[in-house]
């Protein structure tokens, strides 16, 4: 059901159920962080495997000593910066954190929600809430009501309605190994916005992925039609003469092809807007009965990097 009672949704909350939450990147399926049966409804709703954590959502910063200690300096710098909005910080967890929500790591990932129905919410629960992306594992994020009641239904209690999220992708994920600052997933936060207040930032190595963050699976996003992900759209196009094709574009249709077939993200050429567009435009082309799904790489830079990811992944066979 979808619904914009907050206070339904706090009497849920309270009671070990679980919501679809708004945020500004995607919507969360969230439930109270100190309640184990609320958390293991997460894991099995969403067909979680145990071993990839959850993200800590928080109403102020005052809260983070609750969740985390030891903060680093450049944690605090990125916090007072961003927050609230798109980060998510992984920090040295404190002990009354479920090892749950942790996969049984010492970090924990923390971030406050820029939103303004989930800051109301937060702040009308005496908990903090633990909320991954509302999609089942691998599947295409949500970032409407819809598409959260779509992929649950009655396996929520409700989802909360806060209309379109207004940054589409999920947030950056952000650590700290001694002084380094070590990006761990792009998101919705430009690594420059990052690197302005810090300096130079760290990857986290795709190739240590399944060791250290078991969750970042490099197949995810992914619409059941068949996604490819090209350089040159043109030439990919000829190698599937004679099929049903959809075009995920940035910022300008294809000559001589059927406009209902093709789905630009920002006419503008605004990265933002491409980013904000992103899982609905895969959603819609998803739904479109297509036999293959054909995108374009976006600009290498600002949250082309993102979007590039997400789209690599849901590349991935
Ligand atoms: O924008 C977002 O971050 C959204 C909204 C709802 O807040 N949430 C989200 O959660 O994207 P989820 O669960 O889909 O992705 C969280 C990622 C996972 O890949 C997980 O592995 C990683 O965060 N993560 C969580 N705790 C971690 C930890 N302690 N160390 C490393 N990675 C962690
Ligand atoms: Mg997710």
Request: hydrophobic share 40%; aromatic share 8%.
């Amino acid at each position: 059901m979808i619904s914009n009672n907050i206070n339904l949704a706090i009497d849920y909350l309270k009671n070990d159920g679980i919501i679809g939450l708004p945020t500004e990147t995607v919507y969360g399926l969230a439930g109270n962080a100190f309640s184990e049966k609320s958390i293991k409804k997460i894991f099995e709703v969403k067909k979680r495997p145990s071993f990839n954590p959850l993200i800590v959502h928080i109403k102020c910063q005052k809260e983070l000593s609750k969740i985390a200690i030891e903060v680093p300096e450049k944690a605090k710098q990125l916090a007072d910066a961003f927050w609230p909005g798109p980060l998510t910080l992984i920090l040295k967890k404190q002990s009354t954190i479920s090892d749950l929500i942790t996969a049984n790591q010492d970090t924990v990932a923390v971030r406050i929600p820029n939103h303004p129905i989930a800051l109301e919410l937060l702040n009308q629960l005496e908990f903090p809430l633990v909320a991954p992306s509302a999609n089942p594992f691998t599947r295409i994020s949500p970032t409407k009501a819809v598409h959260v009641e779509h992929y649950f239904k009655n396996e929520v209690d409700m989802v909360l309605d806060g209309g379109s999220c207004t940054a589409g992708i999920e947030s950056t994920i952000v650590g700290f190994d001694d002084d380094k600052v070590v990006i761990y997933r792009l998101g919705a936060l430009a690594v420059d916005e990052i690197e302005k207040v810090v300096g130079k930032v760290h990857f986290h190595s795709k190739k240590d992925e399944k060791t250290i963050t078991p969750g970042m699976h490099l197949k995810h996003y992914a619409p059941s039609t068949n996604f490819i992900l090209t350089h040159d759209v043109l030439e990919t196009l000829t190698l599937f003469s004679g099929q049903k094709i959809g075009l995920l574009l940035f910022k300008a249709t294809i000559e001589n092809m059927n406009l209902n077939q093709q789905y630009v993200l920002s006419e503008k050429g605004s990265l933002e807007e491409a980013a904000s567009q992103l899982f609905e435009a895969l959603h819609q082309l998803d739904n479109e009965n297509f036999d293959v799904i054909i995108a374009e790489y976006f600009p290498n830079y600002g949250l082309g990097l993102a979007i590039n990811d997400r789209l690599e992944r849901a590349s991935r066979k």
